[in-house]
């Protein structure tokens, strides 16, 4: 039992350093979902900057079916960027919802056909690198700046109850 504490306690601390990374990222992130995006998979994706999606693709987050919680400050950004009914449903209640649904309330920027995924992802990050890189940076300061010290708390505190969910 002790092992397995001390292994959670590691593998814990390490998620915390990964999505305390993405909250602080300075760079532009762009996200391309090609499938089915599970747990951790749904609850990055508010940390990038832009997501793009295939039509077909599905979005799940069933953390209550397995008795944990909410991670990747999801309890804090998912109310925000999609309204607190369906991020209750996402979060809560393990509905599963499709890119043309999250398209359109703004947590997807666009959807691309599969086959044209990559080429229209890796197209727009090109187009990108022509702007000015600090101004690219200074910009998503300005956007994300704010928030920052107060998503490191949320990250905190969902992973401490998430260690505790694990170990129960």
Not at 61 to 74: L, N, R, V, Y
Not at 129 to 143: D, G, P, V
Not at 145 to 165: G, P, Q, T
Request: net charge neutral.
């Amino acid at each position: 039992m002790e092992e397995l504490k001390r292994t959670a306690e590691a593998n814990n601390n390490l998620f915390k350093k990964l999505v305390d990374l993405l909250i602080d990222f300075p760079k532009l992130l762009i996200a391309a979902v090609n499938g089915k995006a599970f747990g951790f998979g749904v609850t990055f994706l508010p940390h990038c900057d832009v997501v793009y999606s295939i039509p077909e693709a599905t979005f799940q987050t069933p953390f209550m079916q397995w008795a944990f919680c909410a991670e990747g400050c999801s309890s804090y950004l998912f109310p925000k960027y999609l309204g607190q009914s369906i991020a209750s449903e996402l979060l809560l209640m393990n509905k599963t919802y499709t890119a043309p649904e999250l398209v359109k309330i703004g947590f997807i920027s666009r959807l691309i056909p599969e086959d044209q995924l990559i080429q229209e992802t890796l197209k727009e990050a090109t187009r990108v690198t022509k702007f000015s890189f600090e101004a690219i940076i200074k910009s998503k300061e300005l956007i994300r700046k704010d928030e920052r010290e107060y998503l490191h708390k949320i990250n905190k505190r969902e992973n401490d109850l998430l260690l505790l969910r694990i170990l129960s």
